[in-house]
């Protein structure tokens, strides 16, 4: 596996986005266009499903120089037994998005609960809940990524992507990722 230093990551990031510009752009018009037909809920899976092969995607082309098109999105071409995708990496990018999408929705609550009516009769209320519960959800997960954020990478690369060995690699740098996120 070739690694890439801290220094060279986000120049090869960089190169890695401007060649997938046209892959980028037909998820982004998928997106769109998913977005606006039928059952919200399928759209919310589907999209959500979409989102989660191009960031396994990416993570792989970032961390082993594998190129993708529109094409390889819901396939895995490196193992070359065409799996679709590497069901360890949803399920930990799951459990990573799940505690930080909980706390979003209780401070929602929270908000409607204690806002009084006066402001809960404003038009764009529900809006500015939103943007609250952002910011206790952004520091959670703020946190959840500085101590287990290689628990992504490693699933994506098939290495020891075991939540002890993160915290292990997370210690390590935690206040690092901390000042730098």
């Avoid at 039928?38 to 970032?62: C, S």
């Avoid at 930990?92 to 706390?103: D, G, K, N």
Wanted: glycine share 8%; with cysteine.
């Amino acid at each position: 596996m070739a690694r890439i230093g801290p220094e060279r990551i986000y120049l090869t990031a960089f190169r890695i986005y401007r060649a997938s510009f046209w892959f980028l752009l037909g998820v982004a018009v998928l997106f769109e266009v998913i977005g606006t037909l039928g059952n919200p809920y399928a759209n919310v899976v589907f999209m959500v499903f979409l989102y989660l092969a191009m960031v396994f995607h990416f993570h792989r082309a970032i961390l082993l120089g594998e190129t993708y098109g529109f094409k390889d999105l819901l396939r895995n071409p490196a193992s070359g037994q065409g799996e679709t995708l590497n069901w360890a990496f949803s399920f930990r990018f799951m459990a990573i998005c799940l505690i930080p999408a909980i706390v979003c929705i209780a401070t929602i609550y929270w908000v409607f609960q204690n806002a009084g009516d006066a402001m809960r009769a404003r038009e764009n209320f529900g809006y500015i809940a939103g943007v609250f519960a952002v910011i206790p959800a952004s520091l959670v997960f703020l946190l959840i990524a500085a101590m287990v954020g290689t628990l992504l990478p490693a699933s994506a690369v098939h290495a020891d992507a075991s939540l002890r060995r993160a915290f292990q690699r997370g210690r390590k740098t935690f206040w690092v990722h901390l000042i730098l996120f």
